[in-house]
């Protein structure tokens, strides 16, 4: 996705760019200004000389909030340009929505599992995800990158991998 | 000169070693592996290896550490070039230009300077903790909390530089890190910062986040275009950079190991910070900063003489002042004291022939990382000529389980994949994921010092311009950050009123 420079408001961008810009600083400023408001359930500092544990958050929130009201600026004052960048398209955000819900499901599924079987599984659908549709090589790759990480990790190294609470 | 003496009568007595130096290769080789691997770090490969050497004599067990130590700092880069996945923090500021030379198809040159770059930079802080360790062992007591500060601002300041395309987006990447960097417990007080209840919150999740915005949202984006996800994923090339290439390179290098070194001196401070700074200087210096974050050799070169030559500075406080420079040197104090050695200024005095050998050892360990690293580049860089639709799985599978293996921890997973996710649409509206890194690494420094030096000096804030090194560091931070606002504020203008006259940018109807 291309994007010109904001600074100044001489060079334009995409609307798709210009959108994104202020609905992303809009959401920061809302993260910003609910990490300020915590900070006043924060205790007060027993150390006459300390700042307190609340300072450097609200300076750097502070300036989270000025620098998204800079890009906001910025993004209404630059010229909308043609996109000129092919598009995603909505297959791409699909497969890109399917491989972070895979991942999701694999975190999950490895507390239940572990890790070798939540990982053959979350290979070998990850690898159909991407256009892999071997019926005996999605499985084989799959056993044997998990294997290979497992002797690597587990038994080379001595760090544990998940055993899973069903198997526990 | 006493000191050359005292080395050649350390290679001879590790000449007569041999098994000693065979696990120095050991060492190095598994430091390489796990320096490469996401989340394995070369802190946890020496803590990992530290049982293994305690039956072992002193020279060959600290020698097999000080492999990992060296192979690990290394060992980072590698995957950072291919995959984009930094397998160390220092390897993500590699992966700014590294990744972008694999794009390009030159990973394999890529990966050559950095391997010549890490020996260069390894070997010149060897040879100042040898023959200039004493000498420099007091500028370390030099630094106080106020110092640190001002060092962890210098680093922030950074930020300008790294900032791509816009430096309001990188400021906003570099503040989200900064904010972000509070999460935990408050350095001073102990009370948790925005931690929701969850004690995994207590310690800033650092190394999930950078997995996450580099490897994970590099792996996102290969899924959302149907074409190139059968393809192979890029060419290797030629591995060792043509002399005319790298001889251009020798000054980056040369400068980016001596701040690499002064950097390892500071207790504190690490490969991280080095291989960041070297890379901004390095930049600084370049007739062709704009080149910089597109895939240019001199970033490589510069993060990893860095970070290799933090090595030797940060080994230097350890064994001259007993300070550990950094986490790795401090597991390494452990080791030293196990073999009833004990470090500070006695140390030369009472051990100087073990001393010496293990500085012998040392230079064949960078000697063997160097033969190892480009022996082993080509059969590695095989990495690249797997389909995508196969390799994209692999990183994410290897980004899954790196991150469970920091803490051991299914929550850590979760960190990733959110941080893996905003590191795609960060991407995707080019706002840079290397600001929010180093704050992660400099917030938590930057107050914690700032903290400690105030409360040092009664609350008075006169620390800031009454301490040397202090105020000049602080200085240099805030021209490091006006400079390229500055520049970038006056390319715009001159952009804006020559646009006007080409018109260059077209409005839309």
């Known amino acids: 996705m291309s994007n010109a420079p904001v600074q100044g408001g001489g060079a334009g961008a995409p609307l798709s760019t210009k959108i994104a810009n202020l609905v992303i600083a809009v959401i920061l400023i809302a993260v910003a200004a609910a990490a300020i408001a915590s900070t006043g359930d924060f205790p007060k500092t027993l150390l006459a000389a300390d700042v307190g544990p609340a300072r450097f958050p609200v300076i750097h929130a502070s300036m989270l909030i000025v620098l998204s009201l800079i890009l906001i600026a910025n993004t209404l004052r630059m010229p909308t340009i043609v996109d000129d960048t092919p598009p995603v398209g909505v297959i791409g955000y699909v497969g890109v929505a399917l491989g972070i819900l895979a991942t999701a499901v694999c975190l999950v599924a490895m507390a239940y599992v572990g890790y070798a079987l939540a990982t053959v599984v979350y290979m070998a659908a990850l690898m159909w995800l991407m256009g892999q549709r071997s019926p005996l090589w999605n499985p084989v790759i799959a056993v044997a990158v998990t294997a290979l990480i497992y002797v690597t990790f587990q038994s080379a190294l001595g760090v544990p991998l998940p055993v899973g609470s069903l198997f526990e | ?509």
């Open chain 2, 1 to 509: 000169m006493h000191e050359l003496g005292m080395l050649m009568n350390g290679v001879a007595t590790l000449a007569a070693n041999p098994m000693a130096l065979l696990l120095s290769l050991v060492g190095v080789a598994l430091g390489i592996v796990i320096g490469a691997l996401p989340g394995l770090t070369a802190t946890m490969g020496v803590a990992i290896l530290l049982p293994f050497t305690f039956g072992m004599d002193p020279v060959s067990g600290l020698l097999m550490i000080s492999g990992v130590f060296f192979g690990g700092v290394y060992g980072g880069s590698v995957t950072a070039i291919l995959l984009k996945i930094p397998g160390t923090p220092a390897a993500a500021a590699t992966a700014m230009d590294g990744f972008e030379l694999t794009k390009k198809g030159m990973a394999g040159i890529a990966l050559g300077t950095a391997t010549l770059s890490s020996f260069l930079g390894g070997m010149a802080s060897i040879l100042v903790l040898i023959f200039l360790a004493p000498v420099l062992a007091g500028f370390a007591l030099e630094f106080s909390a106020s110092e640190s500060f001002a060092l962890a601002v210098f680093g922030l300041s950074i930020i300008a530089s790294i900032s791509g395309k816009s430096v309001v987006k990188g400021l906003i990447a570099g503040f989200l890190g900064l904010l972000i960097a509070t999460v935990g417990l408050d350095p001073m007080g102990g009370f948790p910062r925005f931690t929701g209840g969850y004690t995994e919150l207590f310690n800033v999740p650092f190394i999930p986040v950078m997995i996450g915005l580099f490897a994970a949202a590099e792996a996102f984006k290969s899924l959302e275009d149907p074409k190139v996800r059968l393809g192979m994923a890029a060419a290797l090339g030629r591995i060792i950079p043509p002399w005319a290439t790298y001889k251009a390179l020798l000054g980056v290098v040369s400068r980016s190991s001596v701040l690499g070194i002064v950097i390892g001196i500071i207790p504190g401070a690490g490969s991280d910070i080095a291989a960041y700074v070297a890379y901004n200087e390095a930049r600084r210096f370049s007739k062709t900063p704009e080149n910089y974050g597109k895939g240019e050799l001199g970033g490589v070169a510069a993060c990893e003489a860095g970070a290799n030559g933090c090595t030797g500075g940060a080994l230097l406080t350890m064994l001259t002042l007993g300070i550990p420079g950094d986490a790795v040197t401090a597991v390494m104090l452990g080791a030293l004291t196990l073999q009833g050695l004990q470090p500070g200024p006695l140390l030369f005095k009472e051990h100087a022939d073990l001393v010496f050998t293990l500085f012998a050892g040392m230079i064949f360990c960078y000697v063997g990382m160097l033969v190892l690293g480009l022996g082993s580049l080509r059969f590695m860089g095989r990495i690249l000529q797997m389909p995508k639709s196969v390799l994209t799985p692999v990183i994410l599978a290897l980004c899954v389980v790196g991150t469970y293996a920091i803490n051991n921890s299914l929550f850590d997973i979760g960190i990733m994949l959110a941080a893996g996710v905003a590191g795609y649409f960060m991407q995707k509206w080019d706002f840079p994921a290397s600001p929010v890194v180093l704050a992660l690494i400099m917030g938590p420094m930057a107050e914690a010092n700032f903290r400690r030096a105030l409360s040092l000096s009664g609350g008075s804030y006169d620390f800031l311009y009454s301490r040397p090194i202090t105020a000049i560091l602080l200085t240099v931070a805030i021209l490091t950050m006006l400079l390229p606002l500055v520049k970038r504020w006056r390319a715009d203008r001159a952009a804006a009123s020559g646009g006007g006259a080409t018109g260059r940018a077209e409005p839309a109807k």
